[in-house]
C-alpha cells in the first residue's frame, strides 16, 4: 500500500506548527481523548484530575515528565485546558522525540536546502518527495507512445491495457516498479 510520511512531519521540515489534528495520524485514539477532553461539558478538574504532565512508561519504568515548569502543580480545568491540549501534542509530536527530530532534520537538509523549500506548502512537499499516492494509468495509456509495428489499436497493446487496468492499485505498483528499474 501507499505510504508516506506524516503530514506532520512536512509541516514541521517548512516551519509550520504541528496542530491537534495531525496528532490523529500517529495516534487516533490520544487524539480522540484529547478531542473528548476539549468538547467535555462538566467540571474538568473534578472527572479528570490530571496535572499539566505526560505519563509513559520507558524500558518498562513508569515515568512523567511536565508539560510546562510546574506543571505537576497546575491543575487541569476548564479555563485551561485547551493550553493543556496545545502542549500535549506538541509534547508528541516534538518534545518527545526532539533528539531524533534533529537527526532526521540535518539529514534531510543535506539532501534538499531548506532555501529550496520557501514558498511550499506541506501538500507540495509531500507531492516532491513522495509523489502522487493516486496513480493514473489511464493517463499514462493516453500518453504512451510505441515504436516498430505497435501502435495502441494493436492487438497485444489493447491486451495489455486490459490486463493493467484490472490490476489493484498494489499490483499497478510493483508493475511500475519493474518497469521503471526502481527495487523499492
Not at 486490459?162 to 499490483?171: A, E, I, L, R
Amino acid at each position: 500500500p501507499y505510504t508516506t510520511l506524516f503530514r506532520s512531519v512536512y509541516k514541521l521540515l517548512l516551519g509550520e506548527r504541528a496542530l491537534l489534528s495531525d496528532l490523529a495520524e500517529i495516534d487516533a485514539e490520544l487524539h480522540r481523548g484529547l478531542q473528548q477532553l476539549l468538547n467535555f461539558d462538566g467540571d474538568v478538574e473534578d472527572v479528570y484530575d490530571r496535572t499539566f504532565e505526560v505519563e509513559y512508561e520507558e524500558f518498562g519504568v513508569a515515568k512523567k515528565t511536565e508539560l510546562i515548569k510546574g506543571g505537576s502543580d497546575l491543575a487541569l480545568t476548564n479555563d485551561n485546558r485547551h493550553d493543556y491540549v496545545r502542549l500535549y501534542a506538541k509534547h508528541m509530536l516534538l518534545d518527545s522525540v526532539r533528539e531524533q527530530w534533529a537527526a532526521f532534520r540535518r539529514g534531510f537538509e543535506l539532501v534538499c536546502e531548506r532555501s529550496t523549500m520557501d514558498g511550499f506548502v506541506w501538500q507540495e512537499l509531500e507531492l516532491l518527495i513522495a509523489g502522487s499516492p493516486v496513480l493514473d494509468f489511464h493517463a499514462l495509456e493516453r500518453a504512451a507512445r510505441y515504436s516498430d509495428r505497435y501502435d495502441a489499436d494493436h492487438a497485444t497493446i489493447r491486451r495489455f491495457w486490459t490486463v493493467v487496468h484490472s490490476f489493484d492499485v498494489d499490483q499497478q505498483r510493483q508493475l511500475l516498479h519493474f518497469t521503471t528499474g526502481d527495487r523499492k
